[in-house]
């Protein structure tokens, strides 16, 4: 077509078939255009055919996606401007209306990839700032950075508690306590050995004993610096969530190790090379008993080995394990730092599982996770009642030095030890431990 000739009538609009409106978001804004709603600085392409902001361009989107109405305190006469534009959405929506932005093009809008997407939706904050979006995508990264460094934390003091000295003892010429083991960590660096669970012997009296001592120590090592990190110093509050965690702490590591060093269900692996076997009755020095050692064995090849839980998973559930806020004996102080601590391994804990997976995939791990925890507060009871038993008919140890797990729990008339609130609050959350006791016993 020439360029003086004329349309015909049949190439004009016409009312009942309009052309379809061009791709406008394409179209380019002038370099330096402000925004027509707001007056901010406008984006450098037109957005539903009018120069608009970042913050007016998704505030209007979202309004007309979502069929969102609004109401004016004011009579529909508020004045839109950079600093104002959040303070009333019912005159920006108009507002925009009014400068001619087009309700249809949002329909129109192709649809957004998947990367897209994420980036929009993060974004489209109600102010419409880039700055709150910027701050928000900060606090997460450091909130990030925060629990990495937890997990390291957590995963140093796993490697330090396992790992073994060989520094003398001095308990051959002092009976400390608690107390002192607490305050004095070096009063037992006789009892920390190498921590191995090869299970090349099967375990009699004084290795059941040696095993016990170890354990107990390395619980006290991992309740120690653990309580350290949520700012909990006095002693007494370590020593109340010691009695606490010990017995569940205690076997969930041994049924980790039990679990990678062995491929049946037939025996539990000790920190000393040794083993009990499931069919067999423990040593009288043993502080478990036959029905535990059951039930542990079971519970680790049902529940525990499927999950097939990895290093930072394992370091994460101890911790949630030794801060128990619910620990009997805690000062109001401790309480609250604990719970705070507490949030902040299970903020990690998730994290760890979504790095590896997709949300709900996350979700139902964790899930099945935190109910380890009941169960192993269940079996603990056994372990406990086991330990005050054995204390009241044989409280002075024919091996030296006195079974730590007397003074964590004393004997079965010990009225100081007497009050198991906390842990049969845990245990309570466990549907039954008789899937994991054998009915023949």
């Not at 209007?60 to 109405?69: D, P």
């Not at 076997?251 to 269900?265: H, I, P, T, V």
């Not at 423990?282 to 525990?304: G, V």
Request: hydrophobic content about 35%.
């Amino acid at each position: 077509m020439s360029g003086d000739a004329q349309p015909s009538s049949n190439q004009r609009a016409t009312d009942a078939h309009p052309p379809p409106s061009p791709p406008i978001i394409k179209e380019k804004a002038a370099i330096g255009a402000l925004c027509v709603v707001c007056g901010d600085r406008a984006c450098s392409h037109l957005y539903y055919g009018v120069a608009a902001c970042h913050g007016c361009k998704c505030f209007f989107w979202r309004t007309v996606k979502s069929k969102l109405n609004y109401t004016c305190r004011y009579g529909g006469n508020c004045s839109i401007s950079t600093a104002g534009r959040n303070a009333c959405r019912y005159c920006r929506f108009h507002q925009c209306l009014s400068v001619g932005m087009k309700m249809e093009a949002v329909k129109m809008d192709r649809k957004l990839t998947k990367r897209k997407r994420e980036k929009t939706d993060g974004d489209d904050t109600d102010d419409g700032g880039n700055q709150e979006s910027y701050d928000n995508k900060i606090d997460a990264k450091r909130a990030k950075s925060d629990n990495r460094l937890l997990v390291s934390s957590l995963l140093l003091i796993d490697k330090t508690s396992s790992d073994g000295n060989a520094k003398l003892s001095s308990l051959h010429f002092v009976q400390p306590s608690l107390q002192n083991f607490l305050e004095e960590p070096e009063l037992l660096d006789g009892f920390r050995s190498e921590m191995s669970y090869r299970a090349t012997r099967q375990a009699d009296d004084q290795l059941c004993y040696d095993n016990e001592r170890r354990l107990v120590t390395w619980a006290i090592d991992w309740c120690r610096q653990t309580a350290e990190i949520g700012d909990v110093h006095h002693t007494n509050d370590k020593i109340a969530l010691l009695r606490a965690c010990c017995g569940p702490l205690v076997l969930l590591e041994l049924g980790c190790q039990s679990s990678s060093f062995s491929q049946s269900d037939a025996q539990i692996h000790l920190c000393n090379n040794s083993f009990l076997p499931a069919h067999i009755i423990p040593p009288p020095a043993s502080f478990l008993n036959w029905k535990t050692i059951q039930s542990l064995s079971k519970w680790t090849q049902r529940e525990l080995k499927p999950l097939c839980l990895q290093a930072k998973e394992i370091v994460l559930l101890k911790a949630l394990i030794v801060l128990n806020p619910e620990a009997h004996g805690l000062s109001q102080d401790a309480e609250s730092s604990i719970r705070m601590l507490r949030e902040r391994v299970h903020t990690a804990l998730f994290q760890q599982l979504m790095e590896n997976s997709e949300p709900f995939a996350a979700a139902s791990r964790l899930a099945q996770i935190m109910l380890l925890i009941p169960q192993l507060a269940l079996m603990g009871v056994e372990v406990i009642e086991q330990v005050r038993v054995r204390n009241t008919f044989n409280k002075y140890s024919a091996f030296g030095e006195g079974l730590l797990f007397w003074q964590l729990y004393g004997d079965i008339f010990d009225d100081q030890h007497n009050d198991d609130n906390y842990l049969e609050h845990s245990a309570s959350c466990s549907p039954t431990d008789s899937q994991y006791t054998n009915d023949s016993s």
